[in-house]
């Protein structure tokens, strides 16, 4: 398999505490790789030196061959995030909201917009492209941000917290997106703390308290190494990260 995300010993120090504390992990083409932990673990910070929006204090990352400090450009385009809470501007329509992040990644004019059909076809869009993405529901505003993430067709895609605040239809309708970008060989690395999305979408998880990795590996593995369930291997190493 290709190894597209290759992490080692992040570290982000803030002047008041350390948010990222030494943490290693890989990640491969065609795989989902969750990055488990409560709020303010480190999961967020760990995607924001990966995806170069942080400069890491200490520790290398690669994304797709290209080293994060040293090629940030190169990393920007071989990725596509969602972040948690991304927003989508009310006055534009969802075909011009997908039509401006392409523009963004150099995408040549007639090439975005057979793009921009073809994601909209596989996000059942299409009918709502010419819409104001004001009068979408959160999860139609979702799919959009998913487009936008995806209009360059990177390699690797970086989904934090995919489905917050989501309800079960549009939640579902995300799954299901995770799991074609596994199928289509991309590299997807998914932040949350829901364990059941966990448990239905990603191959291997690494799970994070106090900026730390406190276990990682196939889910399959854990539980037989442990005897537990996927949640209460978090709920143990989270509260082991508070004693520590």
């Avoid at 799919?143 to 970086?158: E, G, S, Y």
């Avoid at 979408?201 to 854990?222: K, N, S, T």
């Amino acid at each position: 398999m290709r190894l597209l995300v290759e992490a080692r010993n992040l570290q982000k120090h803030f002047r008041s505490y350390h948010a990222v504390r030494g943490v290693s992990f890989s990640c491969y083409a065609g795989e989902v790789f969750g990055l488990l932990g409560p709020n303010g673990a480190g999961k967020t910070t760990t995607i924001r030196l990966l995806t170069t929006i942080l400069r890491p204090t200490s520790g290398t990352a690669r994304i797709a061959g290209h080293d994060v400090v040293r090629q940030p450009a190169e990393v920007r385009r071989s990725i596509g995030v969602l972040p948690e809470n991304a927003g989508v501007y009310g006055r534009l329509t969802g075909r011009e909201a997908i039509r401006y992040a392409g523009r963004l990644y150099g995408l040549a004019p007639d090439a975005l917009e057979r793009r921009i059909v073809e994601i909209a076809d596989a996000l059942e869009l299409t009918e709502h492209l010419d819409r104001l993405t004001d009068t979408f529901s959160k999860g139609m505003k979702q799919k959009i941000n998913v487009a936008r993430a995806l209009i360059h067709d990177p390699p690797v895609v970086f989904l934090d917290e995919p489905t917050s605040g989501l309800d079960v239809i549009s939640a579902r309708s995300v799954r299901d997106f995770v799991l074609r970008f596994k199928a289509e060989g991309r590299c997807v690395i998914l932040s949350t703390h829901m364990m059941e999305e966990a448990e239905r979408l990603c191959d291997r998880v690494a799970i994070i308290a106090g900026g730390r990795i406190r276990a990682e590996g196939d889910l399959a593995a854990l539980k037989a190494e442990t005897g537990k369930d996927l949640e209460e291997i978090f709920m143990t190493m989270v509260e082991q990260s508070v004693v520590r």
